[in-house]
């Protein structure tokens, strides 16, 4: 049997190409993969499933050509990509999985997220999660007209990275009371997450936690799940 693979972060855009190169080069060398999943920010920003943008149809089909190959794909949306819906997800022939995840990995219980439930000191940001996740407001923002839509998400982005530039060293982390809390609800003892761009693998009386790392114009990151061993890996594109 084939591995299971994780990916995130890719923060896929017209601006990033060596990084959707890098994408379809992954997903050509693990052919041998039986399942891959995307645990958010696999896109920049998206707009809605009705994006009709080069980028969009391009990563279509090739994901497209995966699935169809036989590999189950599933998807979680990140804060970049919070309004992924079951049109794009039937496109290319993956499951649209829910916020949090209880998947069987080999055998082991483990929780799938894209981690940014977790970073709970980001008092900000969690509310302004809040309100883009309502249902609500994320009709009304569909019925919007693409260019709107795609000018209200550059407008968050290019706030978000302000941000981060004023202050580079202060990028938030998980909160541990909410690490413990995850496990503690879920009944788990493993756990894979993005998010926060800190790859390592946490080991602690609670159990073991895998942050993906995002990916840059040269290398990216999976954690590798075969044989009953789950491994964090980076790798290069070349």
Request: charge should be negative; include cysteine.
């Amino acid at each position: 049997m084939g591995a299971t693979l994780f990916i995130s972060d890719l923060h896929l855009s017209d601006n990033t190409p060596e990084i959707e190169a890098g994408l379809y080069a992954f997903l050509e060398r693990e052919s041998d993969m039986t399942r891959l999943f995307i645990l958010g920010d696999f896109f920049e920003y998206w707009v809605g499933d009705d994006d009709d943008t080069p980028l969009s149809r391009r990563v279509i089909q090739q994901l497209r050509s995966v699935s169809d190959r036989g590999v189950s794909l599933f998807l979680v949306r990140g804060n970049r990509d919070l309004i992924l819906g079951p049109d794009f997800a039937g496109q290319i022939g993956a499951t649209l999985l829910s916020d949090t995840t209880v998947i069987d990995l080999d055998g082991v219980p483990t929780l799938v997220l894209h981690g940014d439930t977790l970073c709970t000191d980001d008092v900000e940001y969690q509310k302004m999660r809040a309100v883009l996740h309502d249902p609500a407001w994320q009709a009304e923002m569909l019925q919007r007209p693409l260019e709107e839509r795609r000018e209200f998400a550059r407008g968050l982005r290019n706030a978000s990275q302000e941000k981060a530039d004023k202050d580079p060293a202060n990028i938030i982390d998980v909160n541990a009371d909410a690490v413990s809390e995850a496990f503690s609800v879920h009944g788990v003892e493993h756990m894979i997450h993005g998010h926060t761009h800190r790859p390592q693998t946490h080991s602690t009386s609670e159990g073991e936690r895998i942050v993906l790392g995002d990916w840059s114009a040269t290398e990216g990151w999976c954690v590798r799940s075969e044989n009953g061993r789950r491994t964090l890996e980076q790798f290069s594109y070349s």
